[in-house]
């Protein structure tokens, strides 16, 4: 029988619920056990596709294509797991399955209503992870009290009559202050957000009590007994300074061995001596490098977070510790780029959608270029760096991508003849894993040591290979193309010591036990760089 473990949140949002829960899996994954994780988002939207970052943080792609939460990049990267989009599911894919069920005659001569039909279907879609899994893990998005949340605790409050109670766990992440001007942490939130908790016929098993400081006996015993759960069951979740640092306080905290006593797990002693040599090694590096990253959400760090995660992999790769500066496109419209650059060891432009802050990146790109710092650019950054190339290498003045300007006499990046017709924003898109052949003697091929790699894509437009002998007459190079031959997925320069573009996104691939061989060059270039200066 599969056991379960729900992991809601309360009080505010942004408490860490996607890393406990990955923390969770990796402890128990430690313990020889098998995982799978689920995700519910009690947004309207099918997927977080459409959304504005600044709203929701970065979109993570599965290798399928599937387009969803950021907290699937935590599980990824905290396990040994590849996830689908079975492992996202939100209000919108629940009650659009629910009403294409009632189209089609399946609820005949029945009312659909929220119970039971659309519980039963997010029940559904939980039992549809557990596949293979001694364990699921599934979290919860939003706050208890949100009113878009309330279908799916009603959903994991049945869960014990279809399981067994023997094999839930609730998991409830809450705040626990500390309040200055008093001196001392506050346990009211935590108390109101489990009696909130309780109101829906919840009663949670093990608190997560998030807070700057470890909890004292005194104060774990308070919580224990207003909200009506074991001293043992209160668990310090301690801010700390690395996100891979979350694993090892819980496991000091004892909950692994909590969780495995109370779901009656018959699991091996738990083996994290490679992460804790991985922490040790990440919070205390040989070198340090600035790196610069130049894009257009740079007011939420979400927005680029398994970018930013790949980048400290990197740095771990080369025992270097990773300064990054987060510089708004736009401001380089307005400003000399080399105020901004100067100090840079290398340079990033990371992915992205939509015309604002583009001349900004095309500056960022020519600097990097003529300055001869190592520069990557990741999917909109391989195609800023063709129509810099294109304008002030390859003579093609006013050159540009169709998506900012359909007027521009030399449309070097552009939707494919197929593509044109499709008005479904998400149809259009290239997703997922996708082959790459990597050319003979190029930077690509001596990164990865191998002729053909799978990397996940998310992008509308491509590179226009009308455009192709034009483009590589000065140096440019086309180093990574689809198996047959036409879609460009790499580029670099012959006259530069360390360039590079990607049409994918490897920082999708990147984990901390496994930095990915880009992220590993592009800060081996940089540190290389930093000496030589």
């Known amino acids: ?97 629910v009403i294409k069920k009632e189209r089609r005659g399946d609820y005949l001569g029945a009312t659909v209503q929220v119970v039971p039909h659309i519980t039963d279907e997010i029940k559904r879609t939980i039992v549809n992870v557990a596949h293979g899994a001694d364990v699921v893990i599934v979290e919860i998005g939003g706050t208890v009290g949100d009113i878009e949340s309330l279908p799916f605790l009603e959903a994991i409050r049945q869960m014990p009559f279809d ?58 015993e308070k919580i224990a007994l207003f909200c009506n759960v074991d001293k043992g069951a209160v668990i310090t979740a301690k801010n700390v300074d690395s996100i891979y640092e979350v694993p090892i306080v ?34 205390h590096p040989t070198h340090d490098v600035t790196i610069t990253m130049v894009g257009k959400y740079m007011e939420s760090r ?62 960022t790109i020519r600097y990097a270029r003529e300055a001869k710092i190592p520069f990557l650019g990741l999917c909109l950054g391989m195609q800023c760096a063709v129509i810099e190339w294109a304008r002030h290498v390859a003579g093609l003045a006013g050159a540009n991508s169709a998506e900012f300007d359909v007027e521009t006499p030399y449309k070097v990046i552009d939707l494919l003849p197929e593509q044109r017709a499709v008005r479904d ?29 799978h990397e996940r894509h998310r992008h ?23 198996p047959d031959g036409q879609l460009v997925e790499m580029i670099e320069l012959n006259d530069h010591p360390w360039f590079l573009g990607t049409q994918f996104h490897p920082e999708y691939h990147s984990r901390p036990h496994a930095p990915h061989p880009v992220f590993r060059a592009f800060i081996g270039a940089a540190l290389q760089r930093k000496v030589g200066r």
């Open 460 to 482: 509308r437009y491509e590179f226009n290979n009308d455009f192709r002998e034009r483009l590589t007459e000065g140096g440019l190079v086309l180093s990574g193309l689809s």
């Open 250 to 283: 819980l496991r000091k905290e004892g909950l692994d061995e909590l969780i495995v006593r109370l779901l009656h797990l018959d699991a091996e002693p738990p083996n994290l001596r490679a992460w804790d040599a991985m922490v040790r090694k990440l919070k």
């Open 163 to 220: 399981a067994g109670r023997e094999n839930i766990l609730y998991v409830h992440l809450t705040l626990v202050p500390f309040i200055e001007t008093a001196g001392e942490l506050k346990t009211k939130p935590t108390q109101h957000s489990v009696n909130k908790l309780r109101e829906i016929g919840i009663q949670p098993h093990i608190l997560l009590c998030r807070t700057d400081r470890f909890l004292s006996p005194a104060v774990k």
């Open 1 to 97: 029988m599969n056991k379960f473990i729900f992991v809601t949140g309360g009080v505010v949002s942004s408490l860490g619920k996607g890393l406990a829960s990955a923390s969770i899996g990796h402890l128990l994954e430690s313990r020889g056990l098998a995982v799978s994780f689920l995700k519910l988002d009690p947004y309207i939207n099918v997927d977080p596709g459409t959304m504005n970052p600044y709203q929701h943080g970065e979109v993570y792609v599965t290798e399928d294509g599937a387009e969803t939460d950021l907290d699937l990049g935590h599980y990824e990267r905290f396990t040994n797991l590849t996830l689908s989009q079975d492992n996202n599911c939100t209000t919108g894919r629940i009650y659009d399955s």
């Open 302 to 363: 979400e927005s680029y977070k398994s970018l930013s995660e790949a980048i400290t992999h990197g740095g771990l790769a080369n025992d270097t510790g990773i300064n990054l500066q987060w510089v708004e496109s736009e401001t380089l419209e307005r400003a000399d780029a080399e105020q901004f650059l100067k100090e840079s060891d290398g340079i990033l432009i990371p992915g992205g959608f939509g015309t604002r802050g583009i001349e900004g990146k095309v500056a």
């Open 425 to 453: 924003k998400g149809g259009s898109m290239r997703r997922g894993a996708y082959p790459c052949r990597l050319r003979d003697n190029s930077l690509a091929r001596r990164i990865y040591g191998t002729a053909e790699v």
